[in-house]
Structures are given as C-alpha cells and as structure tokens.
C-alpha cells in the first residue's frame, strides 16, 4: 500500500468507529495491519478498543506493538499508562509514564497521573515535585474545567501537606544545632532555610538612584555597626517631649510627607498625597538644615549633631519626626540609594502598628532604634487608633570604607557642578 492508500484506509477505519461500526473498523485495521505490516494508528486504535471492552491484557500487547513502530509519540505511552493502571500494574503504570515523560517533561496529564500514582502508593516525597510541575502549568490550562479545579485543588492541599511535614522534619533535625546558635549568627541561615522552604522571599535591592554594588543586601543591619544607637537611645525621652509640645503647636510646620506635583499620573501614592496620614517636619532635608525647626526641638538637633551622618553635598543627611495617623498604611516601596541606611527611632507606638522590611516584619519599641536598607522593598502600617511618630534620618551605609565616602562626596559635588542636583537617576531625595 502507498501513502494514500494507507490514509484513505486509515480515514474509512475512523469513520466507521465514529458512526458505532465498531467490528468494522477494527476489520479495516487489522487489515491495514496484515498489508503494511504494524502501524502505530491502527495499532493504537484497536488498543483502544481493547481496553474499551476491559481486555486489559490485550490492550497492552496493542500499545507495545504501537510505541515500538513510533516511540516517540507521548499519547501512546498515555495510553498504555491507562492499560497498566486499569489492569492495578502499578509498576507497568509507572514505566508507561516516565516514557511518556521522557518524550515531553512538560506533559500536563503525565504529571497528573504520575502525581496521583505515587499518592495512591504512598510514595509523597516522590509525588511532591509532580504536583509541584502540575501547579507550575495550571495557568496554562485554557479550560478549566470543575473536575480540573478539583484536582488543582487536591494538587495545592498535597503540596502544601508534603512542604509542612518536610518543614516540620528541617525545623526538629536543627532545633538543638539553632538553638546553640545566637539569632544574630543564624539570622542569614534561618532566612535561607525558610525560603527554601517557602517561607519567606528574599527580596533584592532596588535602587531608583545610584546603585552601589557588591553590597550585602542586609533587610535590618545588626546594631553592630551602629556603636553610637544606645547613646541615641538614652536621649529618646527628652526627644519625645520635644516632638509632644510641637504636635500641640499649629505653627510648627509639620506637612504631608507626600506632596505630589499636580498631573503626576495616579499611582499607589496617590491616597496619601498631599494629606496628614502621613505628615513629616523636617529638621534637615537634601543635606540642608532647617533651623528654626532645630530651633524648635534642641536637644533633638543636639542628638543628630552627634552621629556620623550620611553627608554628600546637596542631598543628605534627610532627618524628620515622621507622623502616621490611625488606620494610615504606606505601600510596598524601596528607596533611592543604598550608600545610606534608614534609621528609626520610635516615640509614640499605640498597639497594632508594624513595619516590613523584605521578608522580615518587626513591630517598633518605643525607644528602641533600628536600622534597614530602604532599598529592599518596605511597608508600613498603623491600625490602632492613634497616632504613630518616630524620628528618622539616614547615616552611612556600614559597609562602604571611608575612602569610597570621599570619592562619593566628590562625586556629588562634581554633579551639583554640571547641573544634575534635581537627577533622580544619581540623587538621594526620597
């Protein structure tokens, strides 16, 4: 037989299947089978019929007879997948379905059943990463279908059961080696260990100015490098009183942090633009001091003058009584530059109020300074019922050296020099 006839055979075969003359086409099958010897369609068509009619053993003579004349076609691996598994040969199942992967790793419902046959046997670590690739694919899927939806569902339950029972194991097998450890020595350990875990993400730094690399993208600095935060700390008091007796004067200058420049398109500032949920009174901004608001609160200025502040010309140190009113939030942002670390000190913290930074969510202490890289994505919140205020200003970021500080400074002015004190790419204005 040539080409055409083999199709018109293979075509009239088909035909008669669908119109219900089941005896007939399998009769044209085996004869296209007799004349041109093993074919994989006919094959595959009377191995279909087989398993149609519960002749399980014959089914899967047919669909090795198939794959040997075409091997690399995943449906018939499928097909005898579903022979062996209707048969309750679940290591022939099994076979099948790595043929089948092997030809497509991406095959959807080789997964899937690849997935359910490791479950039904009790094999859930080997099940895992299947119903992970399921998930993985589901987007994909055009029609999602109620039985599909049910089967995503149970695919996201046997994850989610496998990840906490693995989780579970990972957090006894090292209990007593983390509990020997100090949290600041582990902290980098923990974090990796929750992401592989899914847990946590770990974010990186996004600079909407000057990048400088090769830096630890630290989310919270350890106070380590900050040897000067208790003394700050002790003058917490005496700074809050000096913010309370501005808070009660109406002169005091205290303005929305966000102020955006009218036909600035609507973005997630938008809410808080140009409203006191979030208020500032700045006593330094851009590198300039604000004297008659230092003026105002003394021995806050006083505490400032003291710390080895983030100095480059014409943009910082930036220092401020930061305001948010009850039931404000701040989006998810990140910063200008990582040459400078965000510090806070708290002074008026009711319950419910909490900061993100990257994968880690503190709630503030009043009194109790902390440091972070406001280039890793942030948020705030305030869900009390009144009024949260901390003092922030930004110092050197501890891992750049001296030297390159000096060459920063020289660098900024050499742009202040050429015009580029507005630059957003190269600025530190947040």
């Known amino acids: 037989m040539n080409e055409t006839d083999i199709q018109q055979s293979l075509a009239?075969?088909?035909?008669?299947?669908?119109?219900?003359?089941?005896?007939?086409?399998a009769a044209l099958y085996r004869e296209l089978i007799a004349r041109c010897g093993d074919h994989p369609i006919a094959l595959n068509a009377l191995g279909l019929q087989a398993l149609g009619a519960g002749l399980h053993d014959d089914a899967i003579a047919l669909f090795h007879r198939a794959i040997a004349a075409d091997s690399a076609a995943p449906g018939l691996w499928m097909n005898l997948a579903k022979a062996q598994r209707e048969r309750g040969d679940d290591a022939g199942e099994h076979a099948a379905l790595e043929g089948a992967l092997a030809i497509d790793r991406r095959h959807f419902m080789a997964l899937v059943?690849?997935?359910?046959?490791?479950?039904?046997?009790?094999?859930?670590?080997?099940?895992?990463?299947?119903?992970?690739?399921?998930?993985?694919?589901?987007?994909?899927?055009?029609?999602?279908?109620?039985?599909?939806?049910?089967?995503?569902?149970?695919?996201?339950?046997?994850?989610?059961?496998?990840?906490?029972?693995?989780?579970?194991?990972?957090?006894?097998?090292?209990?007593?080696?983390?509990?020997?450890?100090?949290?600041?020595?582990?902290?980098?350990?923990?974090?990796?260990?929750?992401?592989?875990?899914?847990?946590?993400?770990?974010?990186?730094?996004?600079?909407?100015?000057?990048?400088?690399?090769?830096?630890p993208a630290d989310e919270f600095f350890e106070r380590d490098h900050f040897p000067w935060m208790a003394e700050l700390e002790s003058s917490s008091g005496k700074i809050r009183a000096e913010l309370e007796v501005l808070l009660t004067d109406d002169q005091a200058g205290f303005r929305p942090y966000v102020a955006m420049e009218p036909g600035?398109?609507?973005?997630?500032?938008?809410?808080?633009?140009?409203?006191?949920?979030?208020?500032?009174?700045?006593?330094?901004?851009?590198?300039?001091?604000?004297?008659?608001?230092?003026?105002?609160?003394?021995?806050?200025?006083?505490?400032?003058?003291?710390?080895?502040?983030?100095?480059?010309?014409?943009?910082?140190?930036t220092v401020f009584f930061s305001l948010l009113k009850p039931g404000a939030y701040l989006p998810?942002?990140?910063?200008?530059?990582?040459?400078?670390?965000?510090?806070?000190?708290?002074?008026?913290?009711?319950?419910?109020?909490?900061?993100?930074?990257?994968?880690?969510?503190?709630?503030w202490e009043e009194g109790r300074a902390w440091a972070f890289d406001d280039t890793i994505e942030h948020e705030a919140w305030n869900r009390s019922d009144r009024m949260r205020a901390i003092l922030i200003f930004d110092v050197w970021n501890p891992y750049i050296t001296e030297t390159e500080r000096e060459l920063l400074r020289r660098f900024y002015e050499v742009a202040n020099q050429a015009g580029q004190s507005s630059n957003r790419s190269i600025g530190l204005s947040d």
């Open 264 to 317: 600035t398109p609507v973005n997630k500032w938008t809410p808080l633009d140009h409203k006191m949920d979030w208020g500032a009174l700045h006593l330094w901004k851009d590198g300039v001091r604000n004297d008659e608001a230092c003026a105002r609160a003394p021995e806050t200025a006083a505490a400032i003058e003291k710390l080895p502040l983030s100095d480059l010309p014409g943009r910082t140190p």
């Open 332 to 363: 998810p942002h990140t910063g200008v530059s990582n040459v400078r670390t965000i510090i806070h000190l708290p002074l008026i913290v009711p319950p419910d109020c909490g900061f993100r930074v990257g994968g880690e969510t503190r709630a």
């Open 12 to 25: 009239a075969a088909a035909q008669a299947q669908r119109q219900g003359r089941r005896e007939e086409a």
């Open 113 to 215: 059943r690849m997935a359910e046959l490791l479950d039904r046997t009790g094999d859930d670590p080997g099940a895992a990463p299947y119903w992970s690739g399921v998930l993985a694919m589901a987007d994909g899927v055009e029609e999602r279908t109620p039985a599909l939806e049910m089967m995503l569902e149970h695919a996201r339950e046997r994850v989610a059961a496998m990840s906490h029972g693995f989780a579970v194991a990972v957090d006894g097998g090292l209990s007593k080696e983390l509990a020997a450890v100090a949290p600041a020595a582990r902290r980098r350990f923990t974090a990796a260990i929750d992401h592989a875990l899914g847990r946590r993400k770990i974010y990186a730094i996004e600079c909407a100015g000057l990048h400088f690399p090769f830096l």
